[in-house]
């Protein structure tokens, strides 16, 4: 795969965090709890750090971006998994927390092929 597929790739995974972050954002339980608020503006930093050399076919600096903020997506993304339980239980919760992690994981591995994910 050549840098311009894997960014299309990523991008194309980055649409199931941003449904994720669009679900936490205007959950009730956002208003009240401030870890489930860091966990969507990490997201949404995530996708606005790509947005500029996605919307320029820039791959090189998409991939360099996504390289760079990938930590703190990952971290998000493990927030999220642990505080998930405690703020509800319903299925809608679970669920996003499923797809963010095989998301989030599925880019790291396109971010770096040799790595293994947790």
């Given at each position: 795969?050549?840098?311009?597929?894997?960014?299309?790739?990523?991008?194309?995974?980055?649409?199931h965090?941003?449904?994720?972050?669009?679900?936490?954002?205007?959950?009730?339980?956002?208003?009240e709890?401030?870890?489930?608020c860091?966990?969507h503006?990490?997201?949404?930093?995530?996708?606005?750090?790509?947005?500029?050399?996605?919307?320029?076919?820039?791959?090189?600096?998409?991939?360099?971006?996504?390289?760079?903020?990938?930590?703190?997506?990952?971290?998000?993304?493990?927030?999220?998994?642990?505080?998930?339980?405690?703020?509800?239980?319903?299925?809608?919760?679970?669920?996003?927390?499923?797809?963010?992690?095989?998301?989030?994981?599925?880019?790291?591995?396109?971010?770096?092929?040799?790595?293994?994910?947790?």
């Amino acid at each position: 795969m050549n840098d311009h597929d894997t960014m299309q790739t990523i991008d194309t995974l980055l649409s199931h965090v941003w449904m994720v972050r669009a679900f936490l954002k205007h959950c009730e339980e956002a208003e009240e709890d401030e870890e489930l608020c860091d966990v969507h503006r990490a997201l949404y930093d995530y996708m606005l750090a790509l947005g500029a050399p996605l919307k320029a076919a820039d791959s090189e600096a998409y991939l360099k971006a996504a390289r760079k903020k990938y930590s703190k997506l990952r971290k998000a993304t493990e927030l999220f998994q642990e505080i998930q339980p405690e703020i509800s239980s319903h299925t809608n919760f679970q669920m996003a927390c499923h797809s963010l992690v095989a998301a989030v994981e599925q880019v790291g591995k396109l971010l770096d092929p040799s790595a293994t994910q947790s």
